[in-house]
């Protein structure tokens, strides 16, 4: 996996050498960047001799001259350059042995790398680091770290890991932890294995590391019809309220909040959603943390600016996962007040994974065509939300394309690239 440019921006150092998407470089300063850790601590000079490849075969040596801070811009096919370090673990909740096959490849890779868990915020079990791995992040301070928690008895990790293996996580949170290295952290929460007294007793093992823990994330594990080999059940209503209950109680303790609670255990328990002001930063939205609370606050401070009407009738279907349908209507709702727009809300089932998946960003090409073909006659304009797609293409997870299932059912599809503000939504009906 060579460092190969997938695309250069505008007005910058690479564009005026004429370096290309698809152009390799082989080293910088006569040392090979093995990622892009490398690369940004190798560019970090006023002076450098950049050894590329072209897409022809032909090889160069350039010599720069820059300010000690300006940036390349260049941006690169893989955060890595060489191998990623691959989950060794077969974790009971596994989301990607939950698959059927036939999928894009992409889509079975295992990563428990490091280098990934700081450049991107992807979770790291910390099963897999090397003498040398840790040296690194030592030595160049590399954090935060987005680590896979779970649980903190050792016993009972090991066995959801499915490593009997593993090493004492607490040992290696409290190295981080000496080292002033920040971490948010993930807890997969499964009933019957880490939930209720077990949840509240990791969350208290972890009190004396609060210094450098920016975040808990505690999801509900996700189950799809393709699992095998394993009895795990889904969160029902009133393990969520439990669930919600102990991360209040262990946020009033330190006087701090700290640990959440993602969104889907909130629509599950049926309570609202946390106030804005207590997701803070809201440092775990890719983890379902916060998302909807962040939409509705932001239509709240949009909703004044609205138009009574609009001139031209506009007459929508929106698809959604049904995790976010309710907070969704309540936006929705408020939109069809105005004169002339009518938005009609569908909340998709998921046929594809099973009943037990609810999220958007699982939605497939086809769970769209089997929940909507039926009113097919009743869609001309489709919104969905870009979250449902592979990023900067139109491909859907069953790789169907957003062009198929226009085709599929006759109509257009406007796709919301912003996951998180309603801007996109309100330009399309008031533009």
């Not at 394993?230 to 109680?249: G, S, W, Y």
Request: net charge negative; aromatic share 8%.
């Amino acid at each position: 996996m060579p460092a190969i440019i997938s695309s250069v921006k505008d007005d910058s150092i690479a564009q005026d050498l004429k370096l290309l998407p698809g152009d390799e470089i082989i080293s910088i300063n006569n040392a090979k960047p093995i990622d892009l850790i490398d690369y940004q601590y190798m560019i970090a000079t006023e002076e450098l001799y950049l050894h590329i490849k072209r897409t022809n075969g032909e090889e160069e040596i350039i010599e720069i001259e820059k300010d000690f801070n300006d940036d390349m811009g260049i941006c690169f096919e893989s955060a890595v350059f060489d191998k990623i370090k691959p989950c060794t673990n077969k974790c009971i909740f596994c989301f990607v042995d939950q698959q059927p096959p036939g999928l894009r490849n992409s889509l079975y890779i295992k990563d428990d790398d490091y280098r990934l868990s700081y450049l991107q915020g992807t979770y790291i079990t910390m099963t897999n680091l090397q003498k040398k791995d840790k040296e690194r992040i030592e030595k160049m301070m590399l954090g935060p770290l987005y680590i896979s928690l779970h649980t903190t008895n050792n016993d009972l990790r090991r066995r959801m890991l499915g490593n009997p293996k593993a090493p004492d996580i607490m040992e290696e949170l409290n190295w981080l932890n000496k080292l002033d290295i920040p971490v948010h952290m993930q807890i997969v929460m499964c009933p019957g294995y880490n939930d209720g007294d077990k949840l509240a007793k990791t969350l208290d093992d972890l009190v004396k590391l609060k210094s450098n823990i920016l975040s808990i994330a505690i999801v509900p594990v996700g189950l799809t019809k393709y699992r095998e080999g394993n009895a795990l059940k889904k969160a029902n209503k009133d393990k969520a309220a439990e669930t919600i209950a102990i991360i209040n109680d262990f946020n009033k303790k330190i006087g701090n909040v700290v640990a959440y609670a993602s969104d889907e255990f909130y629509v599950l328990a049926e309570q609202d959603f946390p106030s804005y002001e207590q997701y803070k930063d809201f440092g775990q939205l890719e983890d379902g943390v916060g998302i909807c609370r962040m939409l509705l606050n932001d239509f709240e401070q949009q909703k004044e600016n609205l138009p009574k009407a609009v001139d031209t009738p506009k007459k929508f279907t929106m698809a959604i996962g049904q995790n976010a349908y309710r907070s969704t209507k309540q936006v929705i709702d408020e939109l069809n007040k105005i004169k002339n727009v009518n938005i009609n809300l569908i909340p998709v089932k998921s046929y594809f994974w099973g009943d037990s998946i609810t999220v958007t960003g699982l939605i497939t090409g086809q769970d769209l065509i089997d929940n909507l073909l039926h009113i097919k006659s009743e869609i001309n304009d489709l919104i969905i939300s870009g979250v449902m797609l592979r990023k900067f293409t139109n491909d859907f997870l069953d790789s169907l394309t957003v062009e198929d299932v226009e085709d599929k059912l006759e109509c257009n599809i406007h796709v919301l690239e912003d996951y998180y503000t309603n801007d996109e939504l309100i330009d399309l009906l008031v533009d």
